[in-house]
């Protein structure tokens, strides 16, 4: 089993973390993200996923409560999800950047490109690279993590794509078109449905005044190859 860990960044109670204007929480947009890359991981084979942030946004869960708990459970990646500021009013930084440890573990640099060229490729944004720092989600977890920084909330055009639920989909996709890159996961086989043998399911077409008129119908039918029969 494949087991990945997601965590949307802050909580709706954490203080300063928002837009300028107070119009979303960054925790929004994270759990948003959170959310749409949980469901998309679970059309892959093998795959586990465990959420660490709380999914209402009241807690702010400890950051080495989290840490603790991918460490536990036996991750083999962790992916942060955040958006960024610069300050607290409104200005011209923008742009996506991801992070991983300041010591830049080889595999966690590897996956850290693959996101972030998908999440340029997908947004359009700036491309502010992939860049090391001392971060305690990357510090002490275990396992390969990586850090994204998803757009800047203080930046008025960012904060607005932010604000949109299709961005954040799109950025979803992006994270997990790096995940299934980077370590080859596979899609699950659809179950095709089909009906039990023996179960027979009647349709009627229609009803008639002229039994010429049904018998026509009928015919028709019959050349298309369907069972047909009339009835009073």
């Known amino acids: 089993m494949f087991k990945i860990t997601l965590s949307a960044g802050h909580a709706k109670t954490t203080p300063g973390k928002q837009t300028p204007d107070g119009t979303m929480k960054e925790w929004e947009f994270n759990a948003a993200v959170v959310k749409y890359l949980m469901a998309e991981l679970a059309n892959y084979e093998g795959v586990a996923v465990l959420r660490l942030d709380d999914p209402t946004g009241k807690r702010d869960i400890p950051l080495q409560e989290r840490s603790d708990r991918a460490n536990a459970w036996g991750a083999n990646v962790h992916i942060d999800i955040h958006a960024n500021a610069f300050g607290c009013t409104w200005n011209d930084v923008g742009g996506i950047e991801t992070y991983v440890y300041k010591t830049k573990p080889k595999e966690a640099v590897a996956l850290a490109q693959k996101v972030q060229a998908n999440l340029i490729k997908a947004t359009g944004l700036k491309d502010r690279g992939v860049k090391a720092a001392d971060l305690h989600m990357l510090r002490e977890t275990k396992m390969t993590a990586i850090l994204v920084e998803c757009g800047f909330m203080t930046n008025r055009e960012e904060a607005e794509l932010l604000k949109c639920d299709n961005y954040r989909r799109i950025v979803a996709r992006a994270i ?47 050349r298309k190859g369907y069972s047909v029969y009339i009835t009073n």
């Not at 078109?177 to 179950?191: F, M, N, P, R």
């Not at 009803?207 to 119908?217: G, I, T, V, W």
Request: aromatic share 6%.
């Open 176 to 222: 997990l078109d790096g995940l299934v890159s980077q370590y080859k996961l596979k899609k699950k086989a659809k179950l095709q449905q089909k009906l039990p043998a023996g179960n027979l399911y009647r349709v009627q077409i229609g009803a008639f005044s002229d039994r010429k008129n049904a018998e026509k119908l009928a015919e028709e039918l019959k």
